[in-house]
């Protein structure tokens, strides 16, 4: 409890701290319960003590302005633009030039990711935030502190103290991203094209309540107004007169200061070593969870770069090698339409071929038909598809300018295109509402044995098909009493694969919980909430009523309408799918201790596993997995080309491990 100002005061230091271990260093100290209660503590004292608050206080960001317009606001040193390069030999021809205006190759390369998201400058004076711009034309931009201040990757108060611009990219990532155009076509409301339109829009809203909902990241990429000369003066009262020369040192003090460091950052000697981070990138682009298009190449010795100097729109000192493009012209060759196990009909663009980023692309969704209309798409079109790792293919734009007039509109459909029902049109949602039509039918089934259901191998769409289309399977209850010799009757049904179809559906009995509880396709109810509900009532959840249900941490009215709806209306086909499946209550995992409990890790260099997959098995062996070096860290886990984590490794005494020897340790373990 808060009981004085002291109080008041310390619950505000402790909140900034979990927030920067959440949100910066993406490793937090307490669960979301802890954080919310200590946060609703401050909110309550600063309340009845108004002419108290904290402006740095966490409850601060969000105010209740809002505004007309954005103001301009001039950047105090320029924003420049990027040249691209493509390939290797546009790579080398600017090396060769960087070479030739210094007079020799005595540099280093400072790599980074270019995240593709939208450019925003900060203004620190004094150590606090005074400003928050947008890129605009590089000298004027526009001024949305406010929006900033709703992000919680940006800190309000660093400890340097002079007036320094930190530049960097405002991203989401790929998975907020899909979520927040879901969110939006439920809405009626257009969807966003790609994950920089849905960072550049959210900070450019003139309600700053907005802008906090979005899970909006910044990652800095440099600094503008501070360096001078060749060389930052550090002042901070936590070291004395220090000078920083080089752009990747700048960088690791720019993110000591409470910024989010990119991953796979880091100095190259040579041109060898560029290439291999090159390739690495694209190697792993995919498996970020932020968009990626390229790296960013600069020369790590800041007194070169005035030297090097500017073009009119590019300093010459930096270059971003792009990636392979993820975004390519197409044409539309046909609209399908899709109905799903809940009905509801989605369009599907059929695309001549295209590859992009090494995968042939087919297909693209087009969410449904409200967009199609809002983007006046037509089968014949030339329009850009993009497509990035986990993010589904998407029309960005049409190329309308290329039309010939032969162009055909796509019509709404008013009947449902697989059992010829009328259609509920809603809107953004049309529905098929026949609960025999075989597309649901057939849809349920696809969905009750997939990966994160029942995970029954050898059904996916074309098995589930053929049982349905045989009538072996009308219900998800009748996969249970498929027999061998039903099987072997259909058509590439050979009695082994029956077989191996038949024990596969029958080694489902005793299933985990959540599994069971996620198979019943409740609208709503996904994985995380399925496991929520089994942690809560185990299988028996069925019986407890919608009030129950609330209690449920994030549980809102919509999925506890959703659950109250289902039981009611399936009550007996739950009983009938628990005494077929007796599906198994969660038990909790015992606890080993390893040479990693209780340990906090910290990974650097390349390993020969992605870095997500290392971090997630440490993890599970009760290690806390940081970002960033410190007295605390226990060991750093290094692999090829570590770099500044290393030596502040070794700096502090911190102990050292290679991957190998990592490896070793767990080997000896088992
Ligand atoms: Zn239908």
Known sequence: ???????????????????????????????????????????????????????????????????????????????????????????????????????????SFYIEPKFDGASLNLVYENGKLIRAETRGDGEIGEDVTLNAKTINSIPLEIKEKSLIEIRGEVVIKKEDFDKLNEERIKNGE??????????????????????????????????????ENGEFRVNNDEYSK??????????????????????????????????????????????????LDGMVVKVDELKYHDILGYTQKYPRWMVAYKFPAIEKETIIEDVIVQVGRTGVLTPVAVLKPV??????????????????????????????????????PKITKVLEWKRTGDEKPIPRPTHCPVCGAEVLDEGAIIKCQNLSCPARVVNTIIYFASKNCLDIEGLGESVAKLLYEHGLVKD?????????????????????????????IKSKVGVECWRFVNALGIEHIGEVASKKICEKFGVEFYKHSPEEFEEIEGFGPEMVKSIAEYIRVNKEKIEKLIEILKPKNLEKKEIQTTPFTGKTVVLTGTMSKPRSEIKKMLEDMGAKVSSSVSKKTDFVIYGEDAGSKYDKAKKLGVGLLSEEEMWKMIESEK
């Open 355 to 392: 590859e992009i980023g090494g995968v042939i692309v087919e297909r693209a969704t087009l969410h449904n038909f409200d967009e199609i209309e809002r983007m006046d798409i037509r089968i014949g079109d030339h329009v850009i598809v993009i497509r990035s790792g986990d993010v589904i």
């Open 476 to 504: 998800v209850t009748d996969l249970f009493e498929l027999r061998v010799e039903d099987l072997e009757k259909l058509p590439l049904f050979a009695r082994k694969k029956a077989e191996n179809l038949v024990n596969a």
């Open 1 to 107: 409890m808060i009981k004085d100002y002291n109080d008041y005061k310390k619950a505000v230091d402790t909140l900034k701290t979990w927030a920067y271990h959440y949100y910066v260093l993406d490793n937090p100290l307490v669960t979301d319960e802890e954080y919310d209660r200590l946060y609703h503590e401050v909110e309550k004292y600063e309340n009845e003590n108004p002419d108290k608050i904290d402006p740095s206080s966490p409850t601060q960001r969000v105010g209740d302005v809002v505004l007309e317009g954005f103001e301009k606001a001039k950047h105090l040193t320029r924003m420049w633009s990027m040249e691209d390069v493509f390939n290797e030999n546009d790579f080398l021809d600017w090396v060769g030039r960087v070479k030739r205006l210094l007079g020799h190759s005595d540099f």
């Open 190 to 227: 257009p969807t966003f094209a790609n994950p920089r339109n849905a960072a550049a829009g959210s900070l450019r809203q003139l309600d700053p309540k907005i802008t906090a909902k979005r899970p909006l990241i910044f990652y800095p990429w440099g600094v503008g107004k501070g360096i």
């Open 242 to 291: 220090k000078i920083i020369t080089k752009y990747s040192e700048l960088m690791e003090y720019v993110y000591s200061l409470g910024f989010k460091a990119p991953p796979k950052r880091g100095v190259c000697k040579d041109i060898p070593c560029v290439e291999k981070k090159y390739n690495e990138f694209i190697d792993l682009r995919d498996s970020f969870e932020v968009m």
